[in-house]
Antibody, heavy 121, light 107 residues
Framework: QLQLQESGPGLVEPSETLSLTCTVS??????????WGWIRQSPGKGLEWIGT???????HYNPSLETRVTISVDTSKNQFSLRLSSVTAADMAIYYC??????????????WGQGVLVTVS | DIRMTQSPSTLSASVGDRVTVTCRAS??????LAWYQQIPGKAPKLLIY???ILESGVPPRFSGSGSGTDFSLTISSLRPQDVAVYYC??????????FGGGTKVEL
């Protein structure tokens, strides 16, 4: 059974770097069948795609965050990670990790972690 | 980038009502559209992908339709457990995924 679990500091100071990890069980982050993504949700707001990474470590980022975001994969730990630099209060949100099927018909997220709240203060 | 606009932002209905949420893309996305349900305090859950294909385990009262730029999610007979926020998401290109702003369905 696939499970994704986010972890990381719940509190980050302004101007610092937010770092989160998603630990995957029930699938391999090295699989060519999937890609892995981060999505966030500010309090009371909608969903915002942050970026995705696939097995080859090819990444795609939301242009609005691209200069501050890095997503990477650690196949030895079956994890993928998010780093967001120079955070401000606007980056306070619930951060979700999720999995999508790759391939011509993929791109929707069919498995999500429970989310982790990150406060910037 | 492709913008996704959902309407209405809030929808009030009664148990048993037929409910429709719409999603419009700023440019054609073919049929590459998904719908998610988010119950308060929970992670989003995939309901429908590729416009109209129900994810495994999703009740058949949910359905999706549309193509190009205009899409809809319909709940044929609203249940209390369907109270949630519904989001559309386009995936016509992996390099730029976007969500709609959400539609809150309330009783």
């Amino acid at each position: 059974q696939l499970q994704l679990q986010e972890s990381g500091p719940g509190l980050v100071e302004p101007s610092e770097t937010l770092s989160l990890t998603c630990t995957v069980s029930g699938a391999y982050v090295s699989s060519k069948s999937y890609f892995w993504g981060w999505i966030r949700q500010s309090p009371g707001k909608g969903l915002e795609w942050i970026g995705t990474v696939c097995y080859s470590e090819s990444t795609h980022y939301n242009p609005s965050l691209e200069t501050r975001v890095t997503i990477s994969v650690d196949t030895s730990k079956n994890q993928f990670s998010l780093r967001l630099s120079s955070v401000t209060a606007a980056d306070m949100a619930i951060y979700y990790c999720a999995r999508a099927d790759s391939g011509a018909a993929g791109g929707y997220f069919n498995h999500w972690g429970q989310g982790v709240l990150v406060t910037v203060s | 980038d492709i913008r996704m606009t959902q309407s209405p932002s809030t929808l009030s209905a009664s148990v048993g009502d037929r409910v429709t949420v719409t999603c419009r893309a700023s440019q054609s996305i073919g049929g590459w559209l998904a719908w998610y349900q988010q119950i308060p305090g929970k992670a989003p859950k995939l309901l429908i992908y590729q416009t109209s294909i129900l994810e495994s385990g999703v009740p058949p009262r949910f359905s999706g339709s549309g193509s190009g730029t205009d899409f809809s999610l319909t709940i044929s007979s609203l249940r209390p457990q369907d109270v949630a926020v519904y989001y559309c998401q386009q995936y016509s290109t992996y390099s730029l995924l976007t969500f709609g702003g959400g539609t809150k369905v309330e009783l």
